[in-house]
């Protein structure tokens, strides 16, 4: 199985381990491939939304794998402790609102969490949150850029510049052309907006973080 560069990106920040959960599965691609490569021996596959974990079932039926489905709301799902816990492609409100809502199976988890937006509002979280980010990387499927990383229970403190762009994040040509294409879209969106704090801020980030990387 010959995984998309986003959920490939994702399978290699899974560490090997016996036990695996992908929460917010929807296809049920990246379990799979974690068991048909032997990166983890079991796998849980959850989702919000049953026609969702459908979709997955009917992947791993074809597939002849097996997994711990459930349809719940986050961790809820999880019927043991998990040693890596995948939480990806939902917005960045919502992987805090999970981790919230169940912190006992995160803190002892591997999270691999990639979300769509508000990358800064969830490396904020886990940094008051006793977490710590371990690795981070981006990846990038055409146009779109895709911050993601994974954190472990810890303590860190983060700059500005590395709340929104991420400290040990891998210095790859993804990472280069993301940083471009951000850079771009802020400076035309602070020419529509010249009062908007919070862009200028992201922009005033990646410059330093541009610095780290020459
Ligand atoms: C865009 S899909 C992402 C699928 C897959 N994780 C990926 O990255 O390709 C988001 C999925 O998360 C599910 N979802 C959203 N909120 C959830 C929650 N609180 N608990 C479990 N699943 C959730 C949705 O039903 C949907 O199937």
């Not at 296809?27 to 490569?37: D, K, S, V």
């Not at 032997?38 to 097996?66: N, Q």
């Not at 799902?77 to 890596?84: N, T, V």
Request: net charge positive.
């Amino acid at each position: 199985m010959k995984l998309s560069p986003r959920l490939a990106a994702l399978a290699g920040l899974v560490p090997p381990c016996g036990y695996a959960a992908d929460i917010g599965s929807d296809h049920g691609l990246l379990p799979a491939f974690l068991l048909e490569n032997g990166i983890c021996r079991g796998v849980a596959v959850t989702d919000l939304s049953a026609p969702s974990l459908e979709k997955a079932k009917d992947l791993f039926r074809r597939r002849g794998l097996s997994a711990d489905f459930a349809a719940a709301d986050g961790l809820k799902g999880l019927s043991r402790p998990a040693d890596a816990i995948v939480i990806a492609g939902m917005g960045g409100q919502e992987i805090i609102r999970i981790l919230k809502a169940d912190p006992a199976p995160a803190r002892s988890a591997v999270l691999v969490l990639q979300p769509m937006k508000n990358a800064r509002e969830l490396r904020l979280f886990l940094t008051g949150n006793g977490f710590e980010i371990t690795r981070e990387r981006v990846a990038r499927e055409g146009r779109r850029f895709y911050q993601m990383f994974a954190a472990r229970a810890g303590e860190q403190t983060l700059s500005e510049a590395e709340l929104w762009f991420g400290r040990h994040t891998e210095n790859t040509p993804e990472l280069s052309a993301f940083l471009d294409a951000r850079e771009q879209k802020l400076r035309n969106d602070i020419r529509r907006a010249p009062g908007n704090l919070r862009l200028r801020a992201e922009l005033s980030a990646l410059c330093e973080v541009r610095t780290w990387l020459t």
